[in-house]
Structures are given as structure tokens and as C-alpha cells.
């Protein structure tokens, strides 16, 4: 069963995004640009107003071109961002990290392994929208770690991961009584 269904914090996306959004209006700065060169260039033999406009069709198949690749990117970002996630259920804890559009990297451990879980809350954003990093550790042969960063309300996801832990070591004790 799944106990949590855990994004990370909705800032890191706006973050994200910012850069793209200034991307996306440096077009419109291409008409100054023209009237710019056309006020410093005296005697210029070309026309940068029309050159530089966007009822150039030239300019306008070249400005469309670099929105689809900024809204290309902005929509990767978007995408990333979404399928980033990370699932508690009632047997382990599933973190599901895409890497790029084709490639994603599942990583699971099971409650009755997990050994250590931390979180860590740094800095006045972090702080201030409560977001940070969630670090859970395995016991077993080799040392398995799932680290959660940009993860709202850690604390809380922490307390409950712990609960869930002790649910289940209390219903193994349980068992082995019987």
C-alpha cells in the first residue's frame, strides 16, 4: 500500500524556470537592437529597423525556431521535475530519479533494512518554506542510501518513514511470538 507520495517542493520548479522565462523574452529586445544600431550607425547602408523587426520573415522563422527550443527546455525542466519522485509504502521506501527524458534510475530499500533516516534544513529558504534533504540509510552487506533533496516538510516525511519502520518491527515481533 502506499503510504506517501512525495514531489519535490514546488520553489525548486519555479527556480527552474526563471531562466527560461528571461530566455523566452530576449526576442523582444531584437526591434531596440535595431533602432540602437540604426541611431549609432550614421550613414548606414542597412536598414536594421526592418532588418531587426519581426515582420521579417527571416527573423520571425529564427525567433520562432529558439522559442521552440526554450519552450523545449522549459518543458524538459517541467517533466523532470514531475516524474522526480519518491514513494513510501507499507514494505519500502522508492525513489525514482529521471535523469533525462529516456533514462531513469529506480533505487528501493526495505523498511525492515532502513537504519538511519535524516534530514537536514539549511539556509533561510530552506528554513523559511520548509524544504530541505532527506537521507535514508540501510543496514545490510553493503550501504545503501537514498538521499531526497528539495523535499517539502522533511521532518514530517522523517516521522512518518520512522513510524512506518516501527509498525513493522512491532508486527515481526508480533510474528515471531506466535
Avoid: C
Avoid at 519518491?86 to 514494505?91: A, D, L, P, R, Y
Wanted: no cysteine; aromatic share 14%; net charge negative.
Amino acid at each position: 500500500h502506499i503510504i506517501l507520495r512525495l514531489h519535490k517542493h514546488v520553489l525548486i520548479l519555479i527556480g527552474q524556470l526563471i531562466p527560461f522565462a528571461i530566455l523566452d523574452y530576449l526576442p523582444y529586445l531584437l526591434p531596440r537592437l535595431g533602432e540602437f544600431l540604426a541611431q549609432t550607425t550614421p550613414a548606414a547602408t542597412i536598414d536594421f529597423v526592418a532588418t531587426f523587426s519581426f515582420e521579417n520573415p527571416w527573423v520571425a522563422f529564427i525567433v520562432g525556431m529558439y522559442w521552440l527550443f526554450v519552450w523545449m527546455g522549459a518543458f524538459g525542466t517541467f517533466t523532470n521535475h514531475f516524474l522526480d519522485q519518491w514513494i513510501v509504502t507499507n514494505e519500502r521506501v522508492i525513489a525514482i530519479n529521471q535523469k533525462s527524458f529516456w533514462d531513469r534510475e529506480v533505487s528501493s530499500l526495505f523498511l525492515h533494512r532502513i537504519q538511519n533516516v535524516e534530514t537536514d534544513v539549511e539556509g533561510f529558504f530552506h528554513t523559511l518554506f520548509h524544504f530541505g534533504t532527506l537521507s535514508v540509510e540501510s543496514a545490510g552487506a553493503e550501504l545503501n542510501r537514498i538521499r531526497i533533496t528539495g523535499l517539502p516538510n522533511p521532518d514530517q516525511v522523517r516521522n512518518r518513514i520512522l513510524q512506518e519502520v516501527a509498525r513493522h518491527e512491532k508486527e515481526k515481533l508480533a510474528a515471531v511470538r506466535l
